[in-house]
Nanobody, 127 residues
């Protein structure tokens, strides 16, 4: 059974930092490109960041570029989203995503190739 389990969400003040984790099980983690998406109330789910299977190439939404950092540890089957300089508009449910055959870069534009989603973790940034 495949599971993506997010953790680390919570309430933080604007300007603060938070670190989200996604633990994967039931998949050969290193063969999946991984990503983070978010969905704010009343809005569509949007891309946040993605990372390739091996090698470290990363991709970011313009809204988080320079503030968020995605990384992965293939030995621990974990992908991390480090979020700094948080803003109230970052408030959303954050979802971990995995694609076996799609590319990390493609996550920028489509969720068509996403094979698995986590259940999400809530981030609330207060002003």
């Amino acid at each position: 059974q495949v599971q993506l389990v997010e953790s680390g969400g919570g309430l933080v003040q604007a300007g603060g930092s938070l670190r989200l984790s996604c633990a994967a099980s039931g998949i050969t983690f290193s063969t999946f490109a991984m990503g983070w998406f978010r969905q704010a109330p009343g809005k569509e789910r949007e891309f946040v960041a993605a990372i390739v299977r091996i090698g470290g190439n990363t991709y970011y939404a313009d809204s988080v570029k320079g503030r968020f950092t995605i990384s992965r540890d293939n030995a621990k089957n974990t992908v991390i989203l480090q979020m700094d300089s948080l803003k109230p508009e970052d408030t959303a449910v954050y979802y971990c995503a995995a694609t076996r055959f799609g590319s990390a870069q493609a996550m920028l534009n489509t969720v068509q190739n996403i094979d698995y989603w986590g259940k999400g973790t809530q981030l609330t940034v207060s002003s």
